[in-house]
């Protein structure tokens, strides 16, 4: 689609237009509690931000509102939002030639120097395509001009950016707080001096920072068989690998200090703090836990003053305490206890939303219960059986759970819900059946600890999809066919059993959305072309189920692939082996992949390793890499006395 020319004026006036006829308008209009408009002649450099999905998934989404703020409060620096608009707005706006907007003043995102995307998962795409043709801006890097923005991704995806090497012009991987800022330096030094050497020359700048990964930089060498050969920087200057951001000291960055609060409905309306950042439990599948490493905690006075403050600036009713596993935050009883104390009389409630189920106990129970909100409980026993949960190396006993299940019940719990996953390496049909006897035995437990019948608990399970820099990365993926008959088996076993299978919920994803995510994560820069064909196609919002389809996938991995010499299969359910050359090698996340291979080998061994919090460095790579060290407490401080001010 051709967007006529863009004045740096909101199209708010075009856009009014078309609201009326779309579903839920109010998502477009922006004036959020919170949220910055500055003034556009007065900055020199202006960041458009999205989340590519829809407000109600976006809004809520941590890492924007960061970076938005963070950028917002430098002088001279300007952020402003945007995110998916759906199908019955998209029509619209290529129908009046409304190109792709920000929330905030309505800009047209063509404007801004920067278009930065964070994907926290590879579904999303599809939408970032949707979002640079709406915005008139070319869709492949080599096609743009000065006029168009720097498309930067990052978020968890982008340690993998290879799929979408061709539509963007530069990745970061790691915390984004210092990278935005240090990109904007850069940025602004070559807008002063006149704009040297047009795009190439400030992506070269950006590059050479070592901390930027710019893919038109780095040529890929395939052999015969469709293997990676190597990758090559292309110019003097880039570094053969590009380096993670690690924020070390979270107190110092104590965002977001203003949280935006929605106007639509979103997925979360809690104010949430990050309590700490990185895991070194150790899951295998974990991606989230790997690339993140070290853990950093935040103190428990400087998760005190924020979530003060964001109270304060926000009126929300609900704390998350958020993180990759809370309660395994050093100080976790204090903080809970702490801010349960302080807001019994406003009746603000707590939530964990990631609980491991060794870490919770009777003191935190009761905490989170107390000032009455008692929503559901999640835990992620992830394997039904003990075997698959040492493959996986996910350190929790049936007994674990049952003591801790007990425990949830005999504080008012009556809901609880399993996660699980299916297609794990090595896993067989049994390990699968094993969580059905799980569930039995968790129903049991509640109906004994209370003396009533109604307990429920709800399985709910995914496929498994092996990600980058994790010791999986090599693993094949379960087919869809292998998957879907496995989870129809679990499926028939919880709802065969008379005496419990009524009061198990049964949740699962069939295989197909997994086999795409698998493609994406796991893809070279082959897949782009597939990648655009689903565009083509019509595809957006495949995070969606209703919005999902497998057929227009595979019709387009079918189309594109064979003349390449690859097909799906060969990104999926293929086993790497170790001298294989992966297509994000190039891109450091501080693990060494020698221990990574040996993670992987002590998997398929149901060898089981500790975490590193507790027990004696066991090499990683992080650390050293990345010039961080662990960084938990407890300090000895406490929350309550610091800030009770009446
Ligand atoms: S290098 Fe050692 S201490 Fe640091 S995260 Fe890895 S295992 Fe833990």
Redesign the pocket.
Known sequence: MKVAEMPVESVFPRLEALLPHVQKPIQYVGGELNSTVKDWDGADVRWALMYPDAYEVGLPNQGVMILYEVLNEREGVLAERTYSVWPDLEALMREHGVPQFTVDAHRPVRAFDVFGLSFSTELGYTNMLTALDLSGIPMLAADRTLDDPIVLAGGHAAFNPEPIADFIDAAVIGDGEQAVLEMTEVIRAWKAEGRPGGRDEVLLRLAKTGGVYVPRFYDVEYLDDGRIARVVPNRSGVPWRVSKHTVMDLDEWPYPKQPLVPLAETVHERMSVEIFRGC?RGCRFCQAGMIT??VRERSITGIGEMVEKGLKATGFEEVGLLSLSSADHSEIADVAKGLADRYEEDKIGLSLPSTRVDAFNIDLANELTRNGRRSGLTFAPEGGSERIRKVINKMVSEEDLIRTVATAYGNGWRQVKLYFMCGLPTETDEDVLQIADMAKRVIAKGREVTGQNDIRCTVSIGGFVPKPHTPFQWAPQLGVEETDARLEKLRDAIRGDKKYGRNIGFRYHDGKPGIIEGLLSRGDRRVGAVIRAVYEDGGRFDGWREHFSYDRWLRAAETVLPGLGVDLPWYTTRERTAEEVLPWDHLDSGLDKDWLWEDWQDALDETEVED?RWTP????????QMDT??QVGPTGQKLLPLSVVK
Do not use: N, Y
């Open positions: 070194t490493r070290p590193c460095c066991f090499d990683c790579g992080v650390c050293p060290h662990i």
